[in-house]
């Protein structure tokens, strides 16, 4: 069964950093999405992206975050100087018509 | 704005119990209504769904029904096994809008 990927599982990294956070999603999805959950807290939705542009974001989404779908497979998430606030769980989702969306394993960001 | 809210968590039952989780939701819109479950390690997996008012979602045992008088989308099911154990969430989508809006998770244990 198709799944949606995410590497690394654990990325450590040090405050102010650009840290890059990778997902395939699958393969003939046409929607993808970041979302992040902060230990203990509720998983939150950062952004969504269709047709090679950001369709929707949030405001925790702001100008240190980027997205890119580079190569037809790859949807990427770039923090471009990272802060303790940033330490998360990252998931990335994928849907084909904006109906159930399919997760990732997430991708687990400790900074220090 | 459009909330989620969870019973708390962590929740331990025996093996064969009966298990409710208790979600209640504050909505603008028309939401269609999900739970996800999370099992150790891995992503969030569509458990069921409802998109309108009075429909049942069910999926392995599991069943939830929508109650826009209450609010609510409970999830039910008659006899819990250890291999339930994991995170449960709670989600809604607003007709219209990209992004889920997720409870904060519950967390189960099923003892044998």
């Known amino acids: ?112 | 704005g459009d909330s989620v809210t969870q019973m708390e968590g962590p929740v331990t039952l025996s093996e064969e119990a009966f298990l409710t989780i208790n979600c209640t939701y504050t909505a603008t819109g028309y939401p269609s209504l999900f739970w996800y479950v999370q099992y150790p390690g891995e992503g969030l997996q569509l458990l069921l769904k409802a998109t309108k008012a009075d429909d049942k979602g069910s999926n392995k045992g599991f069943e939830a029904t929508y109650r826009k008088e209450t609010t609510s989308f409970h999830l039910e099911k008659g006899s819990v096994q250890v291999s339930d154990s994991a995170v449960y969430f709670c989600a809604l989508k607003i007709q219209g809008a990209q992004k889920l809006v997720f409870g904060q998770g519950t967390r189960l244990t099923i003892n044998p």
């Not at chain 1, 992040?36 to 969504?48: A, D, H, M, P």
């Not at chain 1, 890119?68 to 100087?81: A, C, H, Q, V, W």
Request: aromatic share 14%.
């Open chain 1, 1 to 112: 069964e198709p799944e949606v990927t995410q590497t690394p599982s654990h990325q450590v990294t040090q405050m102010g950093q650009e840290v890059i956070l990778r997902c395939v999603p699958i393969s003939n999805h046409l929607y993808f999405y970041w979302y992040r959950q902060i230990l203990g807290q509720k998983v939150e939705f950062l952004v969504s992206f269709y047709n090679n542009e950001i369709s929707e974001k949030s405001e925790i989404f702001d100008d240190q975050f980027s997205v890119e779908r580079p190569d037809g497979s790859n949807f990427t998430l770039k923090i471009r100087s990272t802060k303790l606030e940033d330490s998360a769980m990252y998931f990335c989702a994928s849907t084909f018509a904006r109906d159930e969306q399919y997760f990732g394993p997430g991708t687990r960001l400790t900074v220090t």
